[in-house]
């Protein structure tokens, strides 16, 4: 029989392009230059199936340009806020993501981001290679200890729980706030703090990381008024998505001193990112690096060929999302 074929819109790590081309025929897209949708588009007029990654903006008109052929769309990411999955329903197409292999490798960025913004790495980082520092002095880049401090994770889920074990390693306070209240074996395994509502943790949350997806509740929610509920001098991390903080009002408190710092691995509109951040030295920023490890990403392409491998088997996929 021969075999169905597939398009990977990115190369993969070479493990699971193996797997991939020992099932499948393989159509992958160079990554330069990076893959339009319109070529993405014209090639899935000839495979069976579609391995994406969160590059490729699925919107509504997209899906409805889909060809009817394809059935099948499968992320490369946990994420999927790229994707209309209602319009993919509507034409009767299968989506699945790869929520499992990020986990620890995004909740060892956040926990990078907190260290590093609390006892201010980038800026230590840039005075030597721009070969301006001058010396051991008492009162350079000063930062602060985490231990003691008070850590408020938003959406305790899987990376949230992860980032809670490894702050408790830094012996910081873990308190969270998610729409669903952890089960207590788990508050018990973290020492994690519940708040029932975002209010709350703001007010403790000497250290906030964002934890949650990308949703039409969580987009722009941390914004002035959000961060006005911070104590003073809070230092935020994100690892979730760009979408969920309103950049402006995020560098005007930065350059107030409300907010003493900020750690964000993800931005709105990525790579073109808000040209505030460019130039404020309170911030230590990463360019999307939260899964960028190899056992992540070898894992996010076998989960990623799980569901196209149930999809051809007529079964459910492993990693469903519609
Ligand atoms: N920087 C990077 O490279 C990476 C970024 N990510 C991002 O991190 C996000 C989180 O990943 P992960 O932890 O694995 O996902 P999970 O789904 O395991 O956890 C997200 C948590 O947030 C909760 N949540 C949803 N909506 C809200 C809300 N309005 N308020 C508070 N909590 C909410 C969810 O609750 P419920 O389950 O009930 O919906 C869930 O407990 C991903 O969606 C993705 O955008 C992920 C991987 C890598
Ligand atoms: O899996 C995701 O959602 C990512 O952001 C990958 O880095």
Redesign the pocket.
Known sequence: MSKKKILITWPLPEAAMARARESYDVIAHGDDPKITIDEMIETAKSVDALLITLNEKCRKEVIDRIPENIKCISTY?????HIDLDACKARGIKVGNA??G??V???E??MLLLLGSARRAGEGEKMIRTRSWPGWQPLQLVGQRLDNKTLGI?????????LAQRARGFDMNVHY????R?KPEVEAKYNATYHDS?DSLLKVSQFFSI?????P??RY?FNKETIEKLPQGAIVV????GDLVKDDDVIAALKSGRLAYAGF??FAGEPNINEGYYDLPNTFL?P?????AIE?RNQMGFEALDNIDAFFAGKDMPFKLA
Request: hydrophobic fraction near 40%.
């Open positions: 990411s946990i994420g999927f806020d929520p499992h990020v986990t490798a995004t909740a960025i956040a938003y959406g305790f889920g899987k990376i949230g729980q992860a706030y998610d729409i669903y952890a975002l934890n949650a997806p990308s949703t509740e969580t929610f994100n690892t979730a998505r691995d993800v990463f999307h690096l939260g899964s960028a992540a």
